[in-house]
């Protein structure tokens, strides 16, 4: 999405359209309620920048129809365009801006919508919509550093496994027919290599089958309601990563409830909507937990105080900004310190990993060579065995 060029307090739209394109734009297809392709991407690359562009035009006073307009001529995304477009005709014809939203759910999460929903009734929309554009850069740093730090260790096990599987299926069953000739017994681990490989080449069509099978049964596990549940549990409990998985999603939190407390969401509301946006189902289902403690009158931060979940400083906080009255700004400096504790966290795996994964790498490609080559280096013997 191109930048919105503001001068002077105003926004320069281009107004050569054709009739055919205005005319276009003035009824646009209603895709409300279905799924829109792409909105991963939507939400991940464009909506922040969509957001921030909006609440600049907004600032500058434009109305919001208008500052739609400029917004979908200036979208290249043929996904995005149409939902700008469908919102924009929602507002014409009298809707909410933050209802006509709603029907885009996909991309238009509850949070973005109970936000601009706070902001359309505090009178602030262009400042909460200048929080959601901050909040959502956050959130997508955040979820790139860690994508960051887990590729590197990802491709050096893949370039692993495909090395060994390649020399086990193609270069091993060579050496085993050399080894064929000597006619003696051949040592112990270089046997059991030969077995192996034997056995995949012999096997090939089944392992394929039975790896696929796995990963098949391993993916239908993960989308179920149990195994979701189960698989983000264990995230919480594994060693090292079980810390890091803990302290995103008290960033997590931290961030989203400051920005809802901040827009007016009532709490309970808000709470709802953090309890999906944690990125954890048990982190999330704490989160409803407290939420009915909150309902028979007790504090959030009381709530929490004995989950094991969230970090005992994040309900530290949360008790001083109950106390204070700020709880938006609590939230908020949790939360940077939790992306900051982040960030050395996965600097110091990251480098811990790194000469980990060349020992790995070392040793699996290196254990195969040494029990190929290691009748040659007895093979006076083994020539005079046989």
């Known amino acids: 999405m191109s930048p919105i060029v503001t001068s002077g ?3 320069t739209v281009s107004a050569s359209s054709s009739t055919a394109k205005d005319k276009k734009k003035a009824t646009p297809k209603n895709i409300a309620g279905k799924r829109i392709p792409g909105a991963k991407k ?5 909506l922040p920048g969509f957001s921030r562009q909006l609440s600049a035009m907004l600032s500058a006073g434009m109305p919001i ?5 400029a917004l979908e001529e200036q979208c290249d995304n043929p996904n995005f365009e149409p939902v700008i477009a469908r919102v924009k005709a929602n507002i ?3 809707a909410a801006f933050s209802e006509a939203l709603r029907q885009f759910p996909s991309v238009f999460d509850s949070l973005y919508c109970n936000m601009v929903k706070g902001g359309e009734s505090g009178g602030q929309l262009a400042e909460t919509i200048a929080r959601l554009a901050s909040f ?7 979820k790139q550093k860690v994508k960051s730090a887990m590729m590197y260790p990802s491709i050096v096990m893949c370039i692993a496994f495909i090395i060994a599987g390649g020399m086990i299926v193609f270069i091993v069953p060579v050496f085993g027919e050399m080894f064929a000739d000597f006619g003696a017994d051949l040592p112990g681990p270089t046997q059991a290599l030969l077995d192996v490989s034997n056995f995949c080449t012999d096997n090939g069509l089944f392992m394929i089958t039975l790896i696929s099978g796995i990963i098949f049964a391993f993916k239908k596990y993960q989308k179920s309601a149990s195994g979701a549940f189960a698989l983000d549990g264990l995230a919480l409990r594994i060693p090292v990563f079980g810390d890091l998985n803990k302290k995103v999603a008290a960033s997590r939190f931290a961030r989203t409830f400051g920005q809802l407390i901040r827009s007016g969401v009532p709490i309970l509301n808000a709470l709802d909507i953090v309890s999906g946006a944690t990125g954890n189902l048990v982190a999330g289902k704490i ?3 407290c939420k009915d403690a909150v309902e028979k009158g007790d504090p ?8 094991t979940v969230f970090p005992s400083m994040l309900v530290r906080m949360l008790q001083a900004g109950e106390k204070t009255g700020k709880i938006d700004e609590m939230m908020d400096s949790i939360a940077d310190f939790y992306d900051d504790e982040i960030e050395a966290m996965l600097d110091g795996l990251t480098s811990l990993l790194e000469p980990l994964l060349m020992v790995f790498l070392g040793v699996i490609i290196g254990g195969i060579v040494i029990c190929m080559f290691l009748p040659i280096f007895k093979v ?6 046989g």
């Open 65 to 69: 129809v208008t500052s739609l307009e």
């Open 92 to 94: 014409e014809n009298g």
């Open 136 to 142: 959502l850069e956050a959130s997508a740093k955040l």
């Open 380 to 385: 006076g013997e083994v020539v005079q065995g």
């Open 42 to 46: 939507i939400v991940g690359t464009l």
């Open 287 to 289: 989160v409803l937990q």
């Open 9 to 11: 307090g105003s926004a």
């Open 300 to 307: 959030l931060s009381s709530a929490m105080i004995n989950q």
